[in-house]
């Protein structure tokens, strides 16, 4: 296992470097100037050439990379201050280290994460175990339809309904805002509580249906069928080995699901006018921000990369048959 988690370790950071090399050389080429972008719309021949140069613009193709690259690793200087690792650029529209202003914004980002994860993951796969438990049934038939009517809503959709309802005419609740966990947990609750309630909606409909099918195909399995065979009781057959074996297909989604949260809800944080990574994102693509998306680009890759170690890793502690070496 440790052979095959450093092995992993290694190849992701080689994928990593694959990822800053081609981000990096798809933005040289792109047709927009750099240093006009950072330079604005008045802007000198003298300024111009001054920020390609402050910028290392006017160095050759290889050098700028190499700087990129290991300003990661080392940091890098910039004119308007030191750069500490890990640099990932500095963003010429905010004026600040794009690594400073990701982990700014990472805390919102995390909370939403979490907080989605901790309920879609609780109503949905117990709401499909249950379904799957009483297969054929009146709960089964209520679960499989809500699951499938609210499945087909989207965030963009369902999320203004709701500000609507709760926030603009009843007034029941305040609009959307992060406040720090650590500063108040209840006004984090509160303040997140509708983002994470609507987006969670649509996973936990997801994963309801996955939950369902999942346990009913390995309830139809030869080892479970060899288990009740022996007599074992039918709960314990149903959540030893029905109930686990189910979780494998569950928890490949899931790591998807959790890096692509992680690396920016977009559509969540537009919805409710968030200031997260996703907002972030979007801020750096609408102002051509190139550090800054590219940091972000990054930011995202690490998180996909890393959430598939640790499902590798889960695929053995779940199934005892997965052997990794």
Known sequence: MLQYILRRSVGAVVTLFLIGAATFFLFVAAPSDYASLACGKD?????????????????????QFWEFMSGIVAGRDFPEG??????????????????DLIMDRFPLTLSLTVGGIVFFLTVGLGTGMLAAYRRGTLVDKVATGASMVLSSFQIYFLGPIVLLLLVYSTGWMENPEYVPFTEDPVGWLVGLSIPMIVMSTIFTAQYTRMARSSIIEQ?????????????MPGKYVFFRYAWRGSMIPIVTILGIDISALLGGGVVTELTFSLQGIGRLAVDGAVNKDLPLTMGVMLVGAFFILLMNILVDIAYAWIDPRVRLS
């Open 43 to 63: 802007c000198s021949p003298e300024r111009l050439e001054d920020i390609r140069h402050a910028l290392g613009l006017d160095q050759p193709i290889v050098q």
């Open 82 to 99: 030191d750069c500490p690792a890990p640099c990932l650029g500095q963003s010429f529209y905010y004026n600040e280290n794009v690594w």
């Open 219 to 231: 309830l139809a399995e030869e080892h479970v069928r060899t288990a009740r065979a022996k007599g």
